[in-house]
């Protein structure tokens, strides 16, 4: 094999997360109306920070940019997920590949981006007077951009990483997408080029946006405890507890999965890991914002009242 594929690995069986039939069945009637809420939620977010004036800021230029990462992010693995529940099919290398890619892409900008949001929390909170200032557009666009880009790269180093590993013969991964370590599974030659690439692209994407997250907010609520009255704390804290309670979520599962030695953890175990970060985010994050943001609910409303005149 000398480290490559051989011609006969133009396809991969995925066993998904259970190959028990009625198990598939709920499996399906409880991710379809997930995706669905996904999409139309994120879709709704980012229409009603386009068309709404008064969401044309940083902090809501920045969530819509997420609700588009999400609706992409699920969109690579649910309906294909979907599909492998209802019937029993193989993926094709090309596929294969390029939703390992997608996925990476859009979960590495993903964890920027939910750094990119906490700084601007930071500023906002931190230096009121000067905010408009220090966010102004370039400096918000070139952040986003930054966020593609970083992601990009580590998507196209840990894909790469993962397809030249050998395989030998074994086409099944025992999971419910082309996830990139549980393809390394599948290997039969060393894998720790691949392991090494992985790490640091979790360090990367993963430690230090947590870590710079980490010490915004320290700084927030530090800010938040001076402020004099209890009704500017509150309406501070506000502003930061969605985001936090998003961020929570989506890097303890994401980090749990890829900074934890392989020698620890289960398939099961990785499977269930999995869904957390690439299913429940994306579709938690236009509820947590939309229910906890005064501005997003009344953007909402009016979206709606505009639908219904017309």
Known sequence: MNGSYSSS?????????????????????VFLPIYMVTVIGNVILVTACIIDPKLHTPMYFFLSNLSFVDIFYSSAILPNMLV????????????????????????????????????????????PLNYANIMRKSVCTFMVVFSWLNGSLMSFLGTMGALKLPLCGHYVIDHFFCESTAFAKIACGDTYVSEMINFIGGVIVLLIPVFFILFTYIRIIITIIRIPSSTGRHKA?????????????????????????VSEKTVNED????????VMPSMLNPLIYSLRNKDVKVALKKLMRWNGSH
Do not use: N
């Not at 193989?90 to 906490?118: H, N």
């Not at 804290?237 to 030695?261: E, G, W």
């Open 237 to 261: 804290f506000s502003t930061c507890a969605s985001h936090l309670i998003v961020v929570t979520i989506f890097f303890s599962t994401t980090i749990s999965m890829y900074m934890k030695p």
């Open 9 to 29: 690995a133009t396809e991969f069986l995925l066993l998904g997360l259970s190959e028990d039939p009625k198990i598939k069945i709920v499996l399906f009637i």
């Open 84 to 127: 492998q529940l209802l019937v029993k099919r193989k993926i094709s290398f090309i596929a294969c590949g390029i939703q390992m890619f997608t996925y990476l892409l859009l979960g590495s900008t993903e964890c920027v981006l939910l750094a990119v949001m906490s700084y601007d929390r930071y500023v906002a909170i931190t230096f």
């Open 271 to 278: 499977k269930v890991i999995s869904v957390f970060y690439t």
